[in-house]
């Protein structure tokens, strides 16, 4: 507007007839250029960040605050345009350019309200269970749409939840072996006969013994593989320990040595510690997320920058997180809803997100209203009084 009005836009009078800007014109301006410089850091703020996702369906608060900005930007625009082609100073100018500007911030304000504050107070707690291996994790949330709540479990979901491992859904069976040392498990078998005096050997177990030991044999199956696991992590441990205490005794003596780097070093170390690695990694199914390069580079920056054993084992020993095993940049999942993910979650709602081999059953709970009432103490109720006895026990 002011660039307009100093070039003569849009009226038609020639230039050497506007007025010029006299000192409260000048303190306008250098409050507009206070307010644009404002408006700019908070629209790059909020508006002008890289979005974390991708949705189905529109932001629709964040839709209308832009088209609150611009219908108060074209009808700024429209009254100056007409005021222009009148007598319009240069004072008149910025006071349209300023009032355009607070127009601006105030809207501003209003979607930081709406986008970023308006969902912090917790309204719902949603319940956030993973099939297939039913793990459930719980969250208070505040009043979001259905589509901003999925991707803030998403996000919750990536960085809290243990990662998925499919292998560990089957175990392996016991093995059983009978006095000559021959491999028992599941090679019993039943013979059927028919009304013609024909035989038919069935094997596996039939469905009569199944249905009986089902229940026991896994059982003594999860016993069997929780035993193991301890027994591979008590190795792996004392292995790690006097692999780390071997070097400390090293660095620890006087005398020439040679200086090796610490890839050096950790490809030294990392035989004595291969072995019973492998079998603990094997046994808990974690063989796929931990490759030879990536166990080494590991080792060495554990023995770099100082750290123990129980340091260097910790990222095998507790599971890993969906984040720290996902290899893909974009990850793809789909929103299965009976509602529109426009719309605000509400009381018993849910929904589903799918992403390949793993679902996640959103459902949404309101929390309670509280209904607080003071109590007064009076003061002359708490008073006691002591009895003293003379009488002493013999």
């Not at 793990?135 to 919750?156: D, F, H, N, P």
Request: net charge positive.
């Amino acid at each position: 507007m002011i660039a307009g009005h100093k070039f003569g836009f849009p009226s038609s009078r020639p230039i050497s007839t506007i007025r010029e800007c006299g000192t409260e014109c000048h303190a306008l301006l250098l409050t507009l250029t206070v307010k644009m410089a404002a408006l700019v850091g908070a629209i790059w703020t909020i508006f002008w960040k890289s979005p974390s996702s991708t949705m189905p369906r529109i932001f629709f608060f964040r839709a209308i605050i832009l088209l609150l900005a611009f219908l108060v930007s074209f009808t700024f625009w429209l009254f100056y345009w007409v005021r222009a082609e009148q007598d319009l100073s240069m004072l008149g100018a910025v006071a349209f350019a300023g009032g355009l500007a607070d127009a601006l911030l105030a809207i501003h304000y209003l979607g930081v309200l709406l986008i970023e504050i308006r969902h912090l107070s917790p309204q719902f707690q949603i319940s956030v269970l993973r099939s297939p291996d039913g793990v459930e994790r719980k969250y208070v949330i505040g009043e979001l749409s259905i589509q901003r709540t999925a991707v803030w479990v998403l996000q919750r979901y990536y960085s809290e939840f243990p990662a998925y491992n499919p292998h560990m859904d089957r175990l392996p069976p016991i093995r059983k072996r009978n006095i000559q040392g021959e491999d028992t498990t599941r090679t019993s078998s039943f013979k059927f006969y028919d009304f013609d005096g024909l035989s038919s050997t069935f094997s596996p177990v039939g469905r009569l013994s199944s249905r009986g030991t089902s229940h026991n044999e896994r059982f003594y199956e999860e016993h069997e593989f929780e035993r193991r696991v301890r027994k591979r992590k008590a190795r792996l441990l004392a292995a790690a320990e006097e692999s780390f205490t071997h070097i400390k005794r090293i660095q620890d003596e006087k005398g020439p040595v040679v200086g090796m780097e610490s890839m050096e070093t950790a490809a030294a170390v990392f035989p004595s510690l291969a072995r019973p690695l492998q079998k603990y990694l094997r046994v808990t199914r974690q063989q796929p997320w931990h490759s030879g390069e990536s166990v080494l580079e590991h080792l060495a920056t554990c023995l770099r920058l100082g750290l123990s054993s129980r340091a260097f084992l910790e990222k095998f020993i507790s599971a890993p997180s969906v984040l720290q095993t996902s290899r893909e940049e974009t990850c793809s999942w789909s929103l299965v809803s009976d509602l529109s993910v426009s719309g605000t979650i509400q009381k018993n709602s849910e929904f589903l997100l799918r992403g390949g081999e793993v679902s996640l059953l959103i459902t949404v709970s309101e929390m309670p209203h509280f209904n607080m009432s003071e109590e007064i103490v009076d003061p002359k109720n708490n008073k006691f009084s002591l009895r003293l006895s003379s009488e002493t026990s013999v």
